[in-house]
């Protein structure tokens, strides 16, 4: 049997484990996309959980072609798949080897890479071959061990790469990339679902807390500790510890039911719209602008959504001061701008700072596809959300006053 160019050198603390979370992030092109597709998983075995996740991800009209791991038996993974009934063995295919497999939409290691660089680079030059244009191959590797295929799957990631999470509740934790190496067609975010984000931690079934919270919060119980140690007879320790749950709750990032209208355009954030106006920025290109800004307050959810499905083109980031955003002069304030390019033509989605928000994270790179209402970043403690859309394309439906739900309140129509 042809081993499959997965690296395979466990660290001196035993093999790396890929757990449900971990599984979930990696199959995680496989799920978003509606449309049929094929989809290539390489390096599985029936225990694989990346292989129970790439199952579950399956839609009518998918197929998947499975090669099994270099230890597993080709007849147990067919045994495997052929218990899990008719429909699951009618949609898997399990081949002897690689060299057997055609290409696919969606390239799957079910192995994380830990070996050197060079090992790292064979394995993703073996794998890409099997990638249709504009397809993505989604690799894993652990974040504290063998550090040389971890360095070059970066170095991939920032000539070719649609975006990269950080799995932490892994054993040990682990970051996947989604490498493309080829330019993906716009129309193709149309047909995505928002992606799953390992950066959105789940609390119930309806509620998320972004892992900004997760680590302020955990801050402020560190300080709440130390104090308790260093004054054991003082109540000062009481200030943080009761902090640590309103400091999370900022961060809370609520699911959200987002509109299947193909003509619909949704709030990037949550708050109140301060204006609705059109006007000429010719740092996007000529023509006139319809500017819809939403003021978040400290209460409002701080995750930002994509307003339309679209491709991430630009990003940058201008220079700025710190005023109240409600103010008129908070347009010029420290911002950074998402540029999309979408069916419609330029969408740009401004991220503001305020006089209290001094920091924005922007999670989506040059390349990336969003769906309509994916998660791409957050703005810190409030602030201001602006999109800009073509004037002549869009009719708006909210003005000022306005309170609007980001990725379910429709601010805009295509016409």
Avoid: C
């Avoid at 055609?102 to 030059?125: H, L, Q, S, Y």
């Avoid at 006139?288 to 991430?312: M, Q, T, Y």
């Avoid at 001061?321 to 390019?341: Q, S």
């Amino acid at each position: 049997m042809t081993q499959s160019p997965a690296v395979r050198t466990p660290g001196p603390s035993g093999p790396v484990r890929i757990g449900e979370r971990a599984a979930r992030t990696l199959v995680t092109e496989l799920a978003r996309r509606n449309d049929p597709k094929t989809a290539l998983l390489v390096g599985a075995a029936p225990e694989s959980a990346v292989l129970a996740a790439a199952i579950d991800a399956l839609l009518p009209g998918d197929t998947l072609t499975v090669v099994p791991a270099g230890t597993t038996s080709v007849a147990a993974l067919r045994e495997h798949v052929s218990a899990l009934g008719r429909w699951v063995a009618d949609r898997v295919r399990v081949v002897d080897s690689l060299t057997e497999a055609d290409a696919a939409e969606v390239v799957i290691a079910a192995e994380p890479f830990t070996g050197t660089a060079e090992e790292a680079r064979t394995a993703v030059d073996g794998l890409a071959k099997y990638l249709t244009d504009g397809s993505v191959l989604s690799v894993a590797a652990p974040v504290f061990r063998t550090a040389g295929a971890a360095a070059e799957l970066d170095r991939q990631g920032v000539l070719h790469g649609v975006g990269t999470d950080l799995v932490l509740r892994n054993q040990p934790p682990v970051r996947v990339h989604h490498l493309r190496f080829t330019p993906a067609d716009v129309a193709l975010a149309a047909r995505l679902a928002p992606a799953h984000r390992p950066s959105s931690v789940p609390l119930t079934r309806g509620m998320h807390i972004d892992s900004n919270g997760v680590a302020a919060a955990g801050i402020a119980l560190g300080l709440a500790a130390l104090a308790r140690a260093a004054r054991p007879k003082s109540r000062l320790w009481l200030v943080p510890a009761l902090a640590a749950a309103p400091v999370a709750a900022f961060f809370r990032d609520p699911q959200r039911d987002v509109p299947e209208d193909p003509s619909a355009v949704v709030a990037a954030a949550d708050g109140q719209v301060l204006s609705v106006q059109r006007l000429h920025d010719e740092r996007f290109g000529d023509g006139e602008w319809l500017r819809i800004a939403v003021f978040l307050s400290v209460l409002d959810v701080h995750v930002n959504r994509a307003p339309v499905a679209g491709k991430v083109v630009d990003y940058f980031v201008a220079d700025g001061g710190f005023v109240n955003a409600m103010k008129p002069d908070a347009e010029h304030n420290v911002a950074a701008y998402t540029v999309l390019d979408t069916d419609h033509g330029t969408v740009v989605v401004a991220q503001r700072t305020g006089l209290i928000a001094r920091r924005i994270v922007q999670r989506a790179p040059v390349g990336a596809l969003l769906a309509r209402g994916e998660r791409f970043g957050l703005i810190r403690f409030g602030s201001r959300t602006d999109v800009y859309l073509p004037a002549d394309a869009a009719e708006p439906l909210v003005g000022p006053g306005d309170k609007v739900v980001g990725g379910s309140t429709v601010i805009a129509r295509w016409r």
